[in-house]
């Protein structure tokens, strides 16, 4: 697969680097020795070891970079810092985006709001504020509102006002807090901050520098200036600029010497601010030749890395950076960073960064069009035969590769209610996928979920993934228990045929377990394409939804039932089966999600221990991975084939993940207070014992229906049942069609 926009990088020695600056004309300097960002420094009363920065970019990756020797580390979002050091500064970056047509009024609330947000960063252990004036924020746009009335337009002392007052307060809250502001000196686009009213590809500094002293006057401590690369190509290049991470449409070379030349002057203006240089990507493993040459001849404070220090954390201890470690610039996690993933670089960390690229990736026109162009239109084809919901795949594929996609659309929604959601988690192999003949012919199927997801995805867009119901009503009503896939699956069955749906929800919002537990990159905007579905039928009144009710076997379920022509229950798996009791460091897996999910939970400790079996057990592990485990145990006492897994198994290579298949966990070693200790394990077929310890275990060995509903099951007539309710939890297609069969099952029932 290629990485689109990436071009390989073509000099090989500081001398062939000296060669093209001069062929270009420009002057930038380059210095064999990268001393000069390893000399110890003084900035904000702290003495810092070296002068490496790492610039904001919203990873998970601070303690690497911490570990690696950056002394100064610009948090993107004031998520958790790293324990206080005086050898160490760590900046929280406040960037909240600015909404449209905002009054004077509002303006001072979200003011109000970024001093207390700031209030709370410095409480919660940053040393220093960012407000930040870069990326579409609010203080961003203001410096630029020339146009504006009242107290935060017009001119400039009027468009600082923001910015200034801000810092004003949050030193006035906390005088130790060290201010920073990341500038965006060069906004690229007409009547954009820091551009000549001329031409939109020229700079004009004169506001930039007024805004520097200002700054400097008011007791900022760092300025991290950055620029947008003009855009010389689009329709609309007077108007969207490229980002600073985007490859500019010059050459990058042209491109860094705009940013240093800015810098400069900046710093020059106002001495007494502490300046990065930065924007030295594109260079690779000569990046630091170029920023201790910046260093070495003044004026600037500190060099900052940003794709370099993604790529490459370990970058501030090592003089010379090998080429093998360093980012080549190829645009991947700008790329995750637009599509709101998870940022960290895809190629130096692709075990765990390379499948959300990929996803990304296979969804898009080119990557689709060739791999459904392997499909064979086969007769009685096995896709359909082994997909639950039985979507006419090869016609859906031939519509979408002759361009006609709205039928395309037509025929996956006839199918498929939530075609987003099931394209997302169905175990692939094991549907569909696993039954097209090209997984036999050449090991590879034709992506049929992701041109499912793309389907999907699109409809979404433009508003068309809805319910078509039909203009009258048929006169009858159903109940449904649970807004999990099944029930949703039967909701739209019933809707589509002129029902009245009655939902009844136990927890606060609709889709059941994908809903509540499943972390959001791998559901999607679940709760978007739910409301999207249901749009026509809540319009029509055809549909009511209780949520927060939990109707059990009883008087509840009598009412229920007279009121209505049927009830169908969906209500879902119930609970996880313990080892040995819950609590001490024991939790259920789906406790464990859950409390992700609503942010109530964001790390876990250091050695953690899923007992597999159910489909919880995957989620838990990677979570686990991701929160901060070092060592993930995924114990299973069966064979690797038998554990239901829908990750790449490229995934267990990942450093510190162990999959422990045939050993069974028998039980808990505690201490004398309780604590989890360890796991007793004994392997299946050596028989061999151990005692493995961790801190944490999550148990996910499988989901039990609920018995409360056993009883009823036996008995009852008008009462029907339909997904995890009666198979325990299986994929979302399956629940899908399950909940379709049974509403099915009440039509025909209903109307002979
Ligand atoms: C994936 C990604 C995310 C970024 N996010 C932010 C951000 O949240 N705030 C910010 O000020 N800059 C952000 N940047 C810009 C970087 O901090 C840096 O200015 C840019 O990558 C250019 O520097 P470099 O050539 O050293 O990478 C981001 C850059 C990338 C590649
Ligand atoms: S940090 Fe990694 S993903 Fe980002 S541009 Fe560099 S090499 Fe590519």
Redesign the pocket.
């Known amino acids: 697969m290629e990485i689109p926009g990436y071009e390989p990088f073509y000099l090989h020695s500081l001398d062939e680097l000296r060669a093209e600056i001069a062929r270009l004309g420009l002057q930038i300097p380059v210095t064999d020795s990268t001393e000069a960002i390893f000399s110890p420094r003084q900035i904000a009363g702290r003495t810092l070891p070296n002068g490496f920065c790492a610039?904001?970019?919203?990873s998970r990756h601070h303690q690497n970079l911490a570990d690696g020797g950056f002394s100064l580390i610009w948090f993107?979002k004031p998520t958790t810092p790293l324990p206080p050091s005086r050898n160490r500064i760590q900046i929280a970056?406040l960037?909240p985006p600015c909404p449209e047509n905002i009054d004077d009024d509002a303006v001072e609330s979200h003011l109000d709001a970024l001093v207390e947000s700031a209030k709370s960063a410095t409480a919660g252990g940053f040393d220093g504020i960012d407000i930040?004036c870069?990326?579409g924020t609010l203080a961003q746009k203001l410096l630029a509102a020339h146009q504006r009335p009242g107290r935060f337009g017009g001119p400039l002392v009027n468009r600082m006002r923001f910015l200034l007052e801000a810092l004003r307060r949050i030193r006035e809250a906390n005088p130790d807090t060290i201010l920073a502001v990341?500038l965006n000196a060069f906004h690229a686009c007409t009547g954009g901050f820091g551009v000549d009213s001329e031409d939109f590809r020229k700079p004009d500094l004169t506001e930039p520098l007024t805004l520097a002293r200002a700054l400097e006057a008011a007791g900022v401590s760092f300025l991290n200036p950055?620029i947008n690369h003009p855009n010389l190509h689009g329709p609309e290049r007077q108007s969207h600029p490229l980002s600073?991470?985007d490859t500019p449409h010059e050459h990058p070379l042209i491109a860094l010497q705009r940013l240093i030349r800015i810098s400069e002057d900046l710093a020059k203006a106002a001495p007494g601010l502490s300046v990065i240089a930065?924007?030295?990507?594109?260079l690779r493993d000569f990046a630091p030749h170029v920023a201790a040459a910046l260093l070495e001849k003044g004026p600037f404070a500190m060099a900052?890395?940003?794709?370099?220090a993604?790529a490459f954390p370990s970058g501030a201890s090592f003089r010379k950076w090998p080429r093998e470690l360093v980012?080549i610039d190829c645009g991947a996690?700008?790329a995750?960073?637009k599509s709101e993933n998870l940022?960290g670089c895809v190629i130096r960390d692709g075990a765990t960064y390379g499948p959300t690229y990929q996803g990304m990736r296979r969804t898009e026109e080119d990557v689709l069009s060739e791999g459904l162009s392997r499909c064979h239109f086969c007769e009685a084809a096995p896709c359909v035969s082994a997909d639950p919901l039985h979507t006419p795949i090869p016609e859906m594929i031939s519509a979408w590769l002759k361009g006609n996609c709205e039928t395309a659309r037509q025929i996956l929604f006839s199918a498929n209610p939530l075609p987003g959601l099931a394209s997302r988690l169905s175990p692939a192999w094991m549907e569909a996928e696993g039954a097209c003949i090209e997984t036999s012919l050449r090991g590879i199927s034709v992506p049929i979920l992701d041109l499912q997801a793309s389907i999907a995805w699109e409809a979404l867009q433009t508003g068309k993934a809805r319910l078509v119901i039909p203009e009258k009503p048929n006169g009858r009503s159903i109940a449904i228990i649970g807004s999990g896939p099944a029930g949703l699956g039967a909701a739209a069955f019933l809707l589509e045929k002129g029902y009245l749906v009655r939902l009844h929800e136990k927890s606060q919002i609709l889709g059941g377990m994908p809903a509540r537990v499943i972390p959001a990159r791998r559901t999607g905007p679940l709760d978007r394409e739910i409301e999207s579905l249901l749009e026509p039928a809540l319009r029509a009144n055809r549909l009511s939804i209780t949520l927060g009710s939990e109707i059990l076997p009883g008087p509840d379920l009598e009412n229920l039932r007279r009121s209505v022509d049927a009830v169908l229950v969906c209500a879902g798996v119930w609970r996880e089966p313990t080892l040995g009791g819950r609590g001490n460091g024991v939790r259920s897996g789906l406790e464990f999600l859950e409390s992700f999910k609503s942010g109530a939970r964001t790390s876990v400790p250091d050695r953690v221990a899923v007992l597999a079996g159910g489909d919880c057990a995957m989620e838990s592990a990677r979570v686990s991975r991701e929160s901060g485990a070092s060592q993930v145990y995924v114990i299973f006492e069966g064979e690797r084939s038998a554990l239901h897994w829908h990750m790449p198994e490229s995934w267990f290579a990942t450093p510190g993940v162990h999959a422990m298949m045939e050993w069974e966990p028998l039980r808990y070693e505690r201490g004398p207070g309780g604590d989890l200790h360890g796991l007793h394990l004994r392997h299946a077929t050596l028989g061999t014992s151990a005692l493995l310890e961790i801190d944490m275990a999550i148990e996910a060995l499988g989901l039990e229906p609920d018995p409360r509903w056993d009883f009823i099951q036996n008995e009852a007539s008008e009462i029907y049942f339909a997904g995890g309710i009666l198979n325990g939890g299986t994929s979302v297609a399956s629940c899908l069609a399950e909940g379709r069969a049974a509403a099915a099952e009440i039509h025909a029932g209903l109307f002979p």
Do not use: E, K, N
């Not at 930065?278 to 594109?282: E, R, V």
């Open positions: 610039q904001p970019i919203a993107a970056q960037a930040s870069h990326r990341r950055t600073d991470a930065g924007g030295f990507g594109w900052g890395f940003g794709r370099g993604l980012c996690c700008t995750l960073d940022v």
